[in-house]
T-cell receptor, first 110, second 112 residues
Framework: SQQGEEDPQALSIQEGENATMNCSYKTSINNLQWYRQNSGRGLVHLILIRSNEREKHSGRLRVTLDTSKKSSSLLITASRAADTASYFCATLRRTYKYIFGTGTRLKVLA | DVKVTQSSRYLVKRTGEKVFLECVQDMDHENMFWYRQDPGLGLRLIYFSYDVKMKEKGDIPEGYSVSREKKERFSLILESASTNQTSMYLC???????????FGPGTRLTVL
């Protein structure tokens, strides 16, 4: 079964707006990572947040982690057309296997 | 720049053929992974390797095998391809278990 579930499945916003995506998971994790995938290509790592961290920033990206709710959110501020992609969360289980969610498809309209 | 390459971007094979998908990384990473990606199912781990000649099953290993004879190369083998193995195959590597993964561009395999 899929551990990471992203929400929403698809999101369409105007350039300059903020985009928020959520990820829920079911079991204890070591860390949670967010990846971006441009259409038909490989994934690119965006940010990693450890289980003992609550918030992390990287440029226009802000990730939060709430282990009590087993959820994480990815905020992209001041979005650009180039941010159009699918975004995946990946959780690392104790067995050191990653579980990826089904992704959120973000479309940023110019 | 770190680099993970995969032998083919697109591949078309017939049912029953033996298929080799090759992945090479130039980062001296210990860990390498094979995933398949299907619409609505996300990425699912097939096999991973944490050292040369070492391998561990992922979540969906049935119908696949792997080989890692050298640190930089991790091969995925479909012993007898079937139509339900039509998918996008993604290879990844990481320095240590739990670290960020670097992905190759993917191989879109079609089995007719």
């Amino acid at each position: 079964s899929q551990q990471g579930e992203e929400d929403p499945q698809a999101l369409s916003i105007q350039e300059g707006e903020n985009a928020t995506m959520n990820c829920s998971y079911k079991t204890s994790i070591n860390n949670l990572q967010w990846y971006r995938q441009n259409s038909g290509r490989g994934l690119v790592h965006l940010i990693l947040i450890r289980s003992n961290e609550r918030e992390k920033h990287s440029g226009r990206l802000r990730v939060t982690l709430d282990t009590s709710k087993k959820s994480s959110s990815l905020l992209i501020t001041a979005s650009r057309a180039a941010d159009t992609a699918s975004y995946f969360c990946a959780t690392l289980r104790r067995t050191y296997k990653y579980i990826f969610g089904t992704g959120t498809r973000l479309k940023v309209l110019a | 720049d770190v680099k993970v390459t995969q032998s083919s971007r697109y591949l078309v094979k017939r049912t029953g053929e033996k298929v080799f998908l090759e992945c090479v990384q130039d980062m001296d990473h210990e860990n390498m992974f094979w995933y398949r990606q299907d619409p609505g199912l996300g990425l699912r781990l097939i096999y991973f390797s944490y050292d040369v000649k070492m391998k561990e099953k992922g979540d969906i290993p049935e119908g696949y095998s792997v080989s890692r004879e050298k640190k930089e190369r991790f091969s995925l083998i479909l012993e007898s391809a079937s139509t339900n193995q039509t998918s996008m195959y993604l290879c990844a590597s990481s320095f240590w278990q739990g670290d960020e993964q670097f992905f190759g561009p993917g191989t879109r395999l079609t089995v007719l």
